[in-house]
């Protein structure tokens, strides 16, 4: 649990609300949380429905892992506790950004589910899209694109998610995308095609 640490801190609303914002950008705002071993497909994934979203005239952006501990989460490594202090962060920067009317997509092994179940409880029901992007271990291993699988194995990446540190899968996800076996479009589709059935985005091209 995050110790509050500051005192003599008041929450300030603001006049507009978020369903205001969401009435004008013409979508709800809501968090869809990629989790899964690295090579998955997440920031892939999360990449091309942020373009659909783009096309189709709604407001979106990606929280990408790599990316993010570039700036805000520079000072973490990988140990668990930072894992933990990681997503953390993450759920509360992706929080704002839905209630600012934003379809926000996290791309994170985000390995433990406690952590991910905390975020959950951050949104209100319904605002908060687990998707589990699933993946064998032999096929992330073969895809591996920056050589990490190879260097856990040899001992080089210590706390290797998947190698030598653990990833709990999703209990109850809202979405599962088995990257062994769909290809892109085909996630790209069934996300998009969630957020349609479940009125978050309308179901015209534009708005």
């Known amino acids: 649990m995050t110790i509050q640490k500051a005192t003599n801190?008041?929450?300030h609303d603001g006049a507009i609300t978020k369903s205001d914002r969401e009435r004008l950008i013409q979508q709800k705002g809501v968090v869809i949380w990629f989790t899964g071993l690295s090579s998955s497909g997440k920031s892939t994934i999360a990449r091309a429905v942020e373009e659909r979203l783009f096309e189709r005239g709604h407001q979106s952006y990606v929280l990408d892992g790599d990316n993010i501990r570039h700036g805000l989460n520079k000072n973490l490594g990988f140990s668990p506790e930072d894992r933990e202090e990681n997503?953390?962060?993450?759920?509360?920067?992706a929080k704002l950004f839905a209630d600012a009317g934003f379809v926000t997509m996290t791309a994170f092994i985000s390995p433990y589910r406690k952590d991910r179940d905390r975020n959950r409880e951050l949104l209100k029901k319904g605002e908060f899209i687990e998707v589990f992007v699933k993946v064998s271990l032999?096929?992330?291993?073969?895809?591996d694109p920056k050589g990490l699988y190879k260097k856990a194995r040899a001992g080089e990446i210590k706390e290797f998610t998947g190698?030598?540190?653990?990833?709990?899968?999703?209990?109850?996800?809202?979405?599962?995308l088995d990257t062994d076996k769909l290809d892109l479009t085909q996630c790209q589709d069934a996300v998009i095609r969630y957020l349609v059935e479940n009125g978050i985005i309308s179901a015209n091209e534009k708005g």
């Open 138 to 143: 032999d096929v992330a291993e073969e895809r």
């Open 163 to 176: 190698i030598s540190a653990p990833y709990e899968e999703p209990l109850n996800p809202e979405l599962i």
């Open 9 to 11: 801190i008041t929450w």
């Open 87 to 93: 997503i953390r962060r993450i759920g509360e920067v």
